[in-house]
């Protein structure tokens, strides 16, 4: 009932920010016309992707709470990833074309209307920045946390622009607006790489980033009954639903003694180490074969 609670909560909360991106959006193309402003253009340029994003982040939140169906019976979850990741090379093919733009302009400057420019940006890094804090508290869903990127991005652009209209104003130079461009679109193109990063390495099916297998395999080990531990695979569902499979070497015995250790490895993979899927199989040794103590393995050397 949780996760279904919070899933309308995280939809409702995408909802209010794309009818208020789409709201910039307009605002920022009307005035970038009006004041003359290529850089407010651009930034609208930088709203339509968010409006984008939003819907598509909206759209994959619905998608991957669908219930398994027998062709997919993990469910939909990677449909966010594979959105996250989209959004994310969206925006740095966005900051790419940014960066070309600015040089333009940096080696040859166009005259703007400062004040409508500072005052229109002004008002969309307001907006943003409610929007950020809206979903600030998504981070657990890489969909989300990419379409709050889109938007952190644009408050930040939105900022960097009502930052250059001051200065354009106060110093009568206008290649402050591209010198500003460049830097957000670096800070952009970085923080992308780092969800692509992730996002890939869920697709590939990697050890999640903060997990070590050694570790999780020594924990395994120190469960009474477990001789040895071996093909030990770790890996994300979607960011937040790790799964494990194993084999566990156990003294051959009654089948409520392998029982037992499963429960406990299973438990102690969930409360150690949030892995919420696990997927043991057991293999016995003869019971001649297991001396007095060998069921209790010493602890790895350092």
Not at 130 to 154: F, M, P, Q, V
Not at 197 to 211: D, H, K, Q, S
Not at 227 to 242: D, K, L, N, Q, T
Request: aromatic letters at 8%; a negative charge.
């Amino acid at each position: 009932m949780h996760s279904h609670g919070h899933h309308h909560h995280s939809q409702y909360r995408m909802g209010i920010a794309l009818v208020a991106t789409v709201f910039l959006l307009l605002l920022k193309t009307v005035g970038g016309i009006w004041a003359g402003s290529i850089a407010l253009l651009s930034d609208a340029g930088h709203s339509l992707t968010d409006v984008l994003s939003l819907g598509l982040s909206f759209w994959a939140i619905r998608v991957a709470h669908r219930p398994p169906t027998p062709m997919r019976t993990y469910g939909h979850h990677r449909f966010g990833i594979l959105v996250a990741m989209g959004n994310s090379v969206m925006l740095i093919l966005l900051s790419f074309a940014f960066l070309f733009e600015s040089a333009k302009l940096l080696l040859h400057p166009e005259a703007v209307k400062a004040p409508p420019m500072f005052l229109i940006s002004l008002l969309g890094l307001l907006v943003n920045g409610l929007l950020t804090l809206l979903l600030a508290n998504e981070h657990h869903d890489l969909n989300i946390r990419s379409a709050w990127l889109h938007l952190a991005g644009d408050a930040a652009t939105s900022f960097g622009v009502m930052i250059a209209a001051a200065l354009i104003f106060f110093t009568k130079q206008n290649f402050w607006d591209p010198i500003v461009s460049i830097l957000i679109a670096l800070v952009i193109i970085f923080q992308a790489y780092r969800i692509i990063e992730e996002a890939w390495n869920v697709l590939m099916e990697g050890t999640p980033t903060g997990l070590d297998l050694d570790a999780v395999v020594r924990s395994m080990q120190e469960i009474s009954g477990v001789m040895g531990v071996h093909h030990v695979h770790i890996w994300s569902i979607s960011p937040g639903r790790v799964a494990l499979s194993g084999h566990l070497v156990v003294c051959d015995g009654p089948l409520r003694d392998g029982e037992r250790i499963v429960t406990q490895v299973d438990r102690l993979l969930s409360s150690r180490f949030q892995i919420i899927h696990s997927t043991l199989q057991i293999e016995t040794h003869l019971q001649e074969e297991c001396q007095t103590g060998d069921c209790h393995p010493q602890p790895p050397p350092p």
